[in-house]
C-alpha cells in the first residue's frame, strides 16, 4: 500500500470529522439574543476542537511526509488515531451543553489524551519501520511537546472533579503550544 | 507542503459544508402543501448560501492557482477561512427557522462577513510570501468587489434591525455581484 | 480550471450526498419486527434514491470525460446539477415518511425532473464549448433516453395526484431504463 | 473508466460512512456517570462496527489493486457493495439503542452478511473480466475467510433468537479473524 491513498484516506476522514462536528452547533431555540448566548458554550467547544483538530491535520500530514513504505502495523496504528479522532465531536457537544460540568469536562480530556497517545504508537509504528537512525526518529528528537501533552491531559481529567475552570485553561494552553507550528520535521527534511 | 494538499483538503472541506447543509432543510412535517409552504424560508436560505458557498469554492480555487509554496501563515489563514466557511449552515438554518426576525438575519450577515475578512487576509498571506509585486498582487489590483463586500455585510447587519427585508436583499445583491466570475485572476494569469 | 477538479469536486459532492441520505434512515422506534417494518417505506425510497444518484454519479463521469476545458458557463451549470441533486435526500425522506401520499410522491418527481433538467442544461453547455459537430454532440445523437426521462418525472408528477403507485411505477421503470449503461459515449470515444 | 476514479470514489464513500456513523453516537442526556454509562452500548456497537468498516476498507484496497480495467459489471457490483455498508451505520445504532435485543442483533447480522456477499460478487465480477487464471483468482485460492464469514453470520442472524449474547460474540470473533491482514493478495503481487 503507498502512502499517497492512505494520506488521502486520513485526509478525507479528518476533513469530515471537522466538518461533522458542526451538527452538533444546534439552531438557537428562538429568534432572540438569548437564544444566541444559550449556545454560547457550544461555540467556544467547537472553537477548540476545530483547533486541535486542525493541529492533528497538520502534524499528521508533516508526518506522513517522512514515511517510505506503510506495513500493516502503520495502517492499524493510523486507524485507531482516526478512531480516537472521531470521538472529538460528541465529547466536544457533550462538554458544549454541560458546560463546566466536571464529568463532561473530564471526558473531554480523555478523549482529547486518546488521539495523543495514538499519535504516539504511530510515531513509534513509523520509526519501527525506518529503523533508530530514521529521519522521523531524528526529527522527533526529545520530543518534548509529544511528552508534556498527555500528561498535561491527564492532569486536567483528574483536575475535571476539583475546577472545570483549571482543566479548560490547560486545554487551550496545550492548543496554544501546538499552534506553533513543529519546525522540526521541516528542518529534518531540508538537512536531508 | 504543497499547495495541492491544501487545495484537495479545503475542497473536501467546502464539499461537506455545502453538502451537510442540506441536512438543516428538515423534512416537512406533514404530507399536503401547508407542511411544503412551511419549509419555505429554510430552501430559500438554503439556495442563498449554497450559491455563497459555490462562489467561495470557484474563488478560493482561483487563489490558490497563485501559490507556489505555502507558510504557515497561508495555512492557518486558510484554516481560519475554512473555520467561518463551517458556521455557514447553522446560520442558514436559524435564519430559515426565524424568518424575517432581525437578530437571526443580523447574524447570518456576521457569518458572511467573517469569511469575507478570513478571504482577505489570507489573499494578505499570499501576497506577502510572494512580494508586492507578484502574480496575485497585481490580479487584485483596487480589489473594488473584495473591499465593497465586507462594508455591505457590516451594513446589512445594522440594518436588520431596522428592516430584515433590506439585509436580504444585500446579501442576494452580493451574491450577484459575485457570481459574475472574476477574470481578473484569469487575465492575469494569461497575460503572465 | 481544469476538469480534473471540477471532477474530483463533483464526485466528493456526489459522494457526501449518496452517503449522508443514509442519516435520513431513522433508526426504528422499539426493538422488535413492527419497528423495523415501520422503516419499511423510508428503506424502499433509500435504495430508488441510491440507484439514482449511482447513475447519475457513472454517467456525469462519463460527461465530463468529454469535457476538454472548463468554461464560466459548465462551471454553473455544474453546480447547479449538483445543487438539484442535493435536494434528492429530503424528497427521500419525506415520501419515506408519508407512503403514498399524493404531494410527496409528485415532490420526488420535481426533485428528479430538476436535475434532468440540469444535467439537459449542462450537456448544452459543453457541446456548445466544443461546436456542433463535437464528441459529445455526435455520442448523444438523439439522446432518446435524455429527453424522454424529462417527459416521464412530469407526468408522474401530474399522475401522483391520480394513483401515487403509478408515479413510483414511472420512478422505478426511469431507473431500470438508466441502470442499462449508456455506451454511445464509450462508443464514440473508442471510434474517435 | 480507470479504476483510479473508481477507487476514489469508493474510498470517499466507506470515508464518509465510517465517520457519520459517530453521529448515531447521540449526546448523553445529562452531566453525570449515569448519562455516561448509558451510551456505553452504543459506544460498543459502535467500535464493532468501525473495525469493520476499516477492514473493508483495507481489503476493498488491495481488492482494486488486481483490477486492471473496470466494466460496467464491475462498477455495479462495487455500487452495490457501498449501498450494502451504508446500511451498517443505523444497523449499529439501532443494536446500539436495544443492547441485546433479539431482533436488532439478527438484523446487524443480517446487514454484515450483505456486504460480504456484495464483496464476494464483486471478486467474481474482476475475475470474470480478468480470466480464471488472473492474479485475482490464484490470490484468492481457496478464500477460506471469504467463505465461512457469510456462514458465520447467517449462524448469528439465527442464533440472535436463542442468545444475542452468541450472536455479538460471533461478530467479534469473525472480526478479529479479519484483523488479521490479508496477505495473499500481497504476497501474489509480489511474485508476479
Not at 483547533?51 to 497538520?58: H, Q, S, T
Not at 466536571?102 to 488521539?115: E, I, N, R, W
Not at 504508537?121 to 528528537?141: C, D, E, N, P, Y
Request: net charge positive; hydrophobic share 55%; proline share 5%.
Amino acid at each position: 500500500m503507498g502512502k499517497d491513498r492512505l494520506a488521502a484516506f486520513s485526509d478525507g476522514v479528518i476533513a469530515i470529522i471537522i466538518t461533522i462536528m458542526v451538527l452538533e452547533l444546534k439552531v438557537p431555540h428562538g429568534a432572540g439574543w438569548n437564544a444566541l448566548a444559550g449556545v454560547f458554550p457550544n461555540f467556544t467547544s467547537y472553537v477548540l476542537s476545530f483547533i486541535y483538530l486542525a493541529i492533528y491535520w497538520n502534524n499528521h500530514h508533516h508526518l506522513l511526509h517522512t514515511v517510505a513504505r506503510v506495513s500493516g502495523l502503520i495502517l492499524w496504528a493510523n486507524s485507531f488515531l482516526l478512531f480516537c479522532l472521531s470521538l472529538v465531536p460528541v465529547a466536544t457537544a457533550w462538554m458544549g451543553e454541560n458546560p463546566l460540568a466536571p464529568v463532561p469536562t473530564a471526558v473531554y480530556g480523555a478523549v482529547l489524551l486518546m488521539p495523543a497517545i495514538a499519535y504516539y504508537l504511530l510515531q513509534k509504528a513509523i520509526v519501527r519501520k525506518q529503523g533508530a537512525h530514521s529521519l522521523l526518529a531524528s526529527a522527533l528528537g526529545a520530543d518534548i511537546k509529544g511528552k508534556i501533552s498527555p500528561v498535561l491531559y491527564a492532569a486536567a481529567v483528574v483536575l475535571a472533579f476539583v475546577s472545570p475552570w483549571l482543566s479548560i485553561l490547560i486545554y487551550v494552553l496545550v492548543a496554544v503550544m501546538w499552534l506553533i507550528p513543529d519546525r522540526r520535521i521541516e528542518n529534518a527534511l531540508r538537512e536531508s
